[in-house]
């Protein structure tokens, strides 16, 4: 299922949970990884040497769990963010995840957050007790969150944000131009694409429209009830992407 | 679109608007304003935006000064916020005539209460360290000079003008004029004929073709003008820097960086329509050559857009602002050679008095259309390009 779904299914799951005793000693990484492809960050990064050394790069990782100390540093190394650290020694009823996490901004220690399961859908709540976003782990923090003891295998990733609403739903990404925005200013009246463009700066930034223009479009059209393709579009504007000023003029000491 | 108006004004750009706005504001009840396309899509919304008092006609100067009187007090005046920054214009001066040129200049400002001043290359050197100054001889400053956010006062005016009562037509063409009897009776559009005694003619780079309606031949010959806009760095100069046809400026709070340069190999044309307002290969190579020279510290941002506008020339780059004997009723803001948008609350402002009052608080008389015919031009030496 993974390979059509990007969800590993539950018997792929059941190959590479760590054995309940190992479980039971402290924190353990458990690996998800179902895919052949020639990738061995996972291996090469373990200062334990608890996951073998590939002799085919295509390998899938095979985890010594006694040998593994849990230190995660295989979790910020996998780029296919599939590596977990989990802890059921945490406390009575809670346990400890470690999960690799690129989103910004990153959750604040000591908040609350929801917690989804590997298809994305909220499970449950858990708190957040430490973020690492060092050096080492190259932009891919490492999250522990503490959740309920049943949720151990099955917290997978976090939402900050309860729900997305129009005020917090960023149409022009670029501009920071929110949904709220371009629906007040169509209501007060800039139903012309070009005129909502210089008013609110949407597609002014540096993808140009690249990804905001559909979406306004949309919103223009359900609002008004203009048909999409019969609206006026802005004007495409080099360059393509942006260029430095020096590409094209040096840097202003040849003579 | 109403049958009916007071006053037709033809060009929703900042002169249409702020003349539409002023006489709404006198009590004129019916004004419908007609743009041929959207609101900002002529000159007013291609601008750099920049407003200066620093001039050389005595007539120039009192009108920029009278502007920017509206413009720094905007937010008091009408609630708008539309990011006026102060920081001076730093205008670059490399030759011994232009310094010559400049200190008149200053001493004319300085006579009408502009606090202008000329700043000694180390002056320069040490307000300005990113500034190259190799060459550089002086520069003026006045640090009333700045620049504004053009679409948040076109738009300001655009709300302020339908919530007075005006009329904002877009898509709407003006294709003629009648007149009976040396008396205009009303204005014809691609959308229906609107009956007026009074029109005014706010075209902008189309102004010589709505001249021609009334059978006049107005030396207004738009001429292409680009610009680029750079990615948001973080705000580190405060001012405009001009070395005359090159200027450069950093937008707050949104911290882009606006550049331009007039070329003299662009031509003029009869209307924009001719002109072709793209952007070229040749202008981006050019502008950022002698930006890198003057601004060292910009080679590593990045251009992310570039486009072009226009200028509406005339013989002595002065504004058209006034009616003509000829017409009783057809009045005229066009003409403005580069320095328009930044004049635009006051010419709104005093050519709705003249509509209204006959008479205006400053005297425009000068600006007016017959000045091309008995050949009294009043060319402005502190013309940008």
């Excluded at chain 1, 944000?161 to 920071?176: A, Q």
């Excluded at chain 1, 709220?180 to 209501?187: D, L, S, Y």
């Excluded at chain 2, 000064?65 to 609630?79: H, I, P, Q």
């Excluded at chain 2, 002698?290 to 002595?316: C, F, K, S």
């Amino acid at each position: 299922m993974l390979i059509k779904t990007g969800i590993p299914s539950p018997e792929e799951i059941v190959k590479v949970k760590p054995g309940q005793s190992r479980l039971a000693k402290g924190p353990v990484a458990m690996v998800e990884c179902f895919q052949r492809i020639p990738c061995n960050p996972c291996a090469t990064s373990c200062p334990a040497g608890a996951i073998e050394p590939f002799k085919n790069i295509n390998d899938l990782p095979k985890l010594n769990t006694e040998k593994c100390t849990g230190c995660s540093a295989c979790v910020s190394s996998c780029p296919g963010l599939a590596i977990f650290i989990i802890d059921e020694t945490y406390s009575d009823k809670e346990a400890v995840v470690k999960m690799p996490y690129e989103y910004r901004p990153l959750p604040e220690v000591k908040s609350v957050v929801e917690v989804t399961n590997r298809a994305g859908k909220v499970v449950g709540t858990g708190v957040v007790i430490q973020v690492v976003n060092n050096k080492k782990q190259d932009k891919t923090a490492v999250v522990s969150v503490a959740v309920p003891k049943e949720l151990s295998m099955e917290a997978r990733s976090i939402q900050i944000r309860k729900e997305s609403t129009p005020e917090n739903t960023f149409i022009c990404r670029c501009e920071e131009i929110s949904l709220q925005e371009v629906r007040e200013a169509i209501a007060k009246g800039y139903t012309d694409f070009n005129e909502l463009k210089r008013k609110l700066r949407v597609g002014m930034g540096p993808c140009q429209g690249l990804t905001c223009r559909q979406l306004v479009l949309t919103e223009l059209s359900m609002a008004t009830g203009q048909l999409v393709e019969e609206i006026n579009l802005t004007t495409f504007r080099p360059p393509t992407k942006p260029i430095k000023i020096s590409v094209v003029a040096g840097d202003g000491n040849e003579k | 679109m109403k049958n009916k108006a007071d006053v037709v004004i033809v060009g929703g750009g900042i002169h249409g608007q702020a003349t539409a706005f002023n006489l709404a504001q006198k009590g004129v009840k019916n004004v419908v304003i007609c743009e041929h396309k959207y609101i900002g899509y002529g000159a007013t919304g291609r601008c750099a935006a920049g407003v200066r008092e620093q001039f050389g006609l005595p007539l120039t100067i009192q009108l920029a000064k009278a502007s920017m009187d509206v413009t720094a007090n905007f937010k008091e005046l009408y609630g708008y916020d539309i990011e006026y920054t102060p920081g001076g214009y730093l205008w670059l001066l490399y030759d011994h005539r232009d310094l010559e040129l400049w200190r008149r200049n200053i001493q004319i400002q300085n006579s009408l209460d502009v606090k202008s001043f000329l700043l000694r290359v180390e002056e320069i050197r040490e307000r300005y360290p990113y500034v190259n100054v190799n060459g550089v001889l002086a520069a003026t400053m006045n640090p009333r000079d700045g620049y504004v956010n053009p679409f948040k006062v076109l738009y300001a005016y655009t709300e302020m003008c339908r919530h007075a009562g005006v009329e904002i037509n877009t898509y709407t063409t003006v294709t003629d004029i009648k007149t009976k009897g040396g008396k205009i009776i009303s204005v014809l559009t691609d959308k229906g004929e609107i009956e007026t005694n009074t029109v005014v003619n706010c075209a902008g780079g189309f102004a010589r073709r709505v001249g021609k309606m009334v059978g006049l031949d107005l030396p207004v010959k738009p001429q292409r003008h680009e610009m680029i806009v750079t990615e948001p760095v973080e705000l580190f100069f405060p001012c405009m820097v001009i070395t005359g046809p090159w200027y450069a400026f950093q937008t707050k709070p949104h911290g882009s960086i606006l550049m331009g340069i007039s070329l003299p190999e662009e031509p003029l044309f009869d209307d924009v329509d001719s002109l072709q307002p793209q952007s070229t290969w040749h202008f981006l190579e050019k502008v950022l050559k002698v930006a890198v020279e003057i601004m060292p510290v910009l080679r590593n941002v990045a251009v992310i857009r570039q486009w072009a506008g226009w200028y509406e020339m005339t013989p002595d780059a002065q504004q058209i602002l006034g009616g003509v004997p000829e017409l009783p009723g057809y009045y005229m803001s066009c003409g403005y050679s580069g320095h328009g948008f930044q004049l635009g609350h006051i010419a709104g402002k005093l050519l709705a008095e003249l509509i209204v009052d006959s008479e205006t608080s400053i005297d425009i008389s000068k600006c007016d259309y017959g000045r091309f015919v008995r050949g009294e031009l009043m060319p402005e030496p502190g013309v940008i390009g």
